[in-house]
């Protein structure tokens, strides 16, 4: 005898029903990309994720696979959010004048003092380099991405290598240190070094 009624339909893993999924999914990374920034890939759990994003633990498995893969993406995310930002309204310069925008707006207290809309990089490095990885080649695959949009902007590529590195290290040493003044102190230096390095390719 044929069973009657109502069919139920699995909900499989990673794949979000109904036409708000994908809004909905897009929530839960923007949500993760300021909690990876601000607490670090240890400290970003998925529980206070979803919180943030308005939902409930329980649902997060109709969005993602797993918590690695969570964080691989927001990472992404959080890269390229930083990178637009960053570069930002600087088509219309010409090439010479790039650079002193480009270093002020990366070296900034404001920027050292609001890491969870800052640069992914220099809040993840450390643990990427000791993380999975999906993790290290999402990582990585941003990295060159802001290194191929830097080159484009200084006309150099390994002045845009050199400058990356040194703005990234720095900026992770001057939210280190609890010291006000030699916070400050490390970021008008790695200015100062930042701006010779246009001077030396000029020369």
Not at 40 to 59: C, P, S, Y
Not at 157 to 186: P, T, W
Request: with cysteine; net charge positive; glycine share 10%.
């Amino acid at each position: 005898m044929a069973k009657t009624g109502k069919t139920k339909t699995k909900r499989r893993r990673g794949r979000p029903p109904g036409q708000d999924g994908q809004a909905t999914r897009r929530r839960v990374l923007e949500a993760a990309a300021k909690r990876l920034r601000q607490d670090g890939i240890a400290a970003t759990g998925v529980e206070d994720v979803m919180r943030d994003a308005g939902l409930t633990h329980g649902a997060f498995y109709a969005y993602f696979m797993s918590r690695e893969a969570l964080i691989a993406e927001a990472l992404g995310l959080g890269a390229g959010e930083a990178r637009d930002a960053w570069f930002a309204g600087l088509d219309h310069l010409p090439r010479a004048a790039r650079l002193g925008q480009i270093v002020g707006r990366y070296l900034a207290p404001i920027h050292r003092d609001r890491p969870a809309s800052g640069c992914a990089f220099a809040a993840l490095a450390a643990e990427t380099a000791r993380g999975p990885s999906p993790i290290r080649a999402t990582f990585e695959t941003e990295l060159r991405a802001t290194l191929a949009r830097l080159a484009d902007n200084l006309g150099d590529e390994a002045q845009a290598k050199a400058l990356l590195a040194l703005a990234i290290g720095a900026l992770q040493l001057a939210r280190a240190v609890e010291d006000a003044e030699l916070s400050d102190a490390l970021l008008l230096a790695a200015r100062r070094a930042a701006l010779g390095l246009g001077k030396a390719e000029a020369s």
